[in-house]
């Protein structure tokens, strides 16, 4: 069974970063893709980065240049590096791997940017 866990989410005034962290039981990660996606209530979860099973990230125009997205093959996770966080950044954030043609997403993890 493959299980997602983000962490690192939390209460962040804007201009400042945060890491965002995902590990993964039943999946290597390495071998499959990876992405970030985010979720306001009422709205439709959003990609903000993903990176293939080769290691090529992509982002989109939104978020390019503040979002990075990487992974640590000896610990089996990805993070999402996010830089100068803007208000219109909160959101809850979730990780997805693409296990075997299906969609697998963590838990989520709150992402707020207040001062």
């Known amino acids: 069974q493959v299980r997602l866990v983000e962490s690192g989410g939390g209460l962040v005034q804007p201009g400042g970063s945060l890491r965002l962290s995902c590990t993964a039981s039943?999946?290597?990660?390495?071998?499959?893709?990876i992405a970030w996606y985010r979720q306001v209530p009422g709205n439709q979860r959003e990609l903000v980065a993903k990176?293939?099973?080769?290691?090529?990230?992509t982002y989109p125009d939104s978020v390019k240049g503040r979002f990075t997205i990487a992974r640590e093959i000896s610990k089996n996770a990805a993070y999402l590096q996010i830089d100068n966080l803007r208000p219109e950044d909160t959101a809850v954030y979730y990780c997805?791997?693409?296990?075997?043609?299906?969609?697998?997403w963590g838990q989520g993890t709150q992402v707020t940017v207040s001062s």
């Open positions: 997805n791997a693409l296990v075997r043609g299906l969609n697998t």
């Open positions: 990176i293939t099973s080769a290691g090529i990230p």
């Open positions: 039943g999946v290597i990660f390495n071998t499959v893709p």
